[in-house]
Nanobody, 126 residues
Framework: QVQLVESGGGLAQAGGSLRLSCAAS????????MGWFRQAPGKDRESVAA????????YYADSVKGRFTISRGNAMNTMYLQMDSLKPEDTAVYYC???????????????????WGQGTQVTVSS
């Protein structure tokens, strides 16, 4: 397994931008598919975006498509989530997750992931 630490959360105004980072430690980061999830108060955790081990395949939830960009730098063991055109409904705790996979996939199911970060708060004011 890998250990994951998120950073980059904070307060932004509607229409603004934030960039989240997820630093991974452990073995063979480049063989792990990665994902971002979020949980707003009173709601279930939901998938936001995912990326395959090579970065060639990505997935975005409809609610963030065209506004968020997921990427990864395997040499730096880091994954990113660039969030633009932020909306108040993007307010949530954001989690990064990892799962080992031998296939080129970008999983969206929460149950697929075996390693999780502690979460970082994103608050968007109107």
């Amino acid at each position: 397994q890998v250990q994951l630490v998120e950073s980059g959360g904070g307060l932004a105004q509607a229409g603004g931008s934030l960039r989240l980072s997820c630093a991974a430690s452990g073995r063979a980061f480049s063989t792990y598919a990665m994902g971002w999830f979020r949980q707003a108060p009173g709601k279930d955790r939901e998938s936001v975006a995912a990326i395959s081990w090579s970065g060639a395949i990505t997935y975005y939830a409809d609610s963030v498509k065209g506004r968020f960009t997921i990427s990864r730098g395997n040499a730096m063991n880091t994954m990113y989530l660039q969030m633009d055109s932020l909306k108040p409904e993007d307010t949530a705790v954001y989690y990064c997750a990892a799962t080992y996979t031998g296939a080129a996939v970008a999983p969206r199911q929460e149950s697929t992931y075996t390693s999780w970060g502690q979460g970082t708060q994103v608050t968007v004011s109107s």
